[in-house]
């Protein structure tokens, strides 16, 4: 399977069973206490515990500080650590180097010229995650942005696609952009923060029958 997929904010048990069962390649867990998606770096260890050896682990940070940096690498143990706030390449380096974990940088998308600017991760991410432009929160807003702009997009290190895409719309976004990678979290909600089972299971089909029919 060439098109990776991330399922986004998890919190329970249930839904990391359901991202499994669906064939996803990562669950995301968000520790950001502005985001309905929150959970605590205890409970994200346990989630984390829960997941082992079945389904790689992605921490989300949003411009934390060193200590609360150190403190969750330390209490969840992840297996990739993403910045979806205004951290800097050599920051991500810092940590890369002190943890020896794989870094993503999430970035959102306005126009040619802000996508052009994430040349200056090279080196320091080993992955990009291009999302809609922030908000009053930094991801999981269920909003897109102009995929178009990815289409001609030299790409100069491993990225992905996030930011509003649901089980009805990626075959669209996939064709419009070639990602390697899908990130979804409020499309596969029936409430913020409350994943569906169905939904995941859904969106993660709709990958494999694009990928199946290519």
Sequence with gaps: ??????????????????AIA?????????????????V???????????????????LLLVNA??????????????????????ETPDWLKLVADNSGLEIWKALGVKDKPTLAKSSRYMGAADRLLFDAPAKALPGG????????????????????????????????????TQAKLVDISS????????????RIAAFCQAVRDYEASK
């Design 1 to 18: 399977m060439t098109i990776k997929i991330k399922i986004c904010g998890l919190s329970t048990e249930s839904s990391i069973d359901a």
């Design 22 to 38: 669906a064939s996803a390649d990562y669950i995301g867990l968000v520790h950001f206490a502005k985001s309905p998606r929150h």
């Design 40 to 58: 605590s770096l205890e409970r994200a260890a346990e989630l984390r515990k829960y997941a082992a050896n079945r389904i790689k682990v992605v």
């Design 65 to 86: 500080d060193p200590k609360l940096t150190g403190q969750a690498i330390s209490v969840v143990k992840p297996d990739v650590i993403q910045f979806h706030g205004s």
């Design 141 to 176: 807003t269920g909003t897109s942005f102009d995929w178009s702009l990815l289409a001609d997009h030299a790409h100069q290190a491993d990225w992905g696609l996030a930011g509003g895409l649901d089980p009805d719309n990626v075959r669209e976004a996939l064709d419009a």
């Design 187 to 198: 499309g596969v909600e029936s409430a913020p923060g409350v994943k569906d089972v169905d």
